[in-house]
């Protein structure tokens, strides 16, 4: 079983409530205005803010 691309309608950011987006090849969804990355472990995308990653700009 993969993730279901189709939550990306329903998913937000848990910070801001804003839009996400997908990355396949990390498994992480992104928030390009926090400069967060929420882990997709076991095909459940883990949106707490504590366990996100902080995107460095680059």
């Keep these: 079983m993969a993730f279901d691309t189709q939550l990306m309608e329903i998913l937000a950011c848990p910070v801001c409530k804003g839009k996400l987006d ?13 400069r967060l990355a929420y882990a997709i472990e076991q095909d459940i995308p883990v949106l707490l803010e ?8 680059s």
């Design 22 to 34: 997908y990355d396949k090849e990390q498994q992480e969804l992104i928030c390009n205005f926090d």
């Design 50 to 57: 504590a366990e996100a990653r902080k995107l460095t700009s």
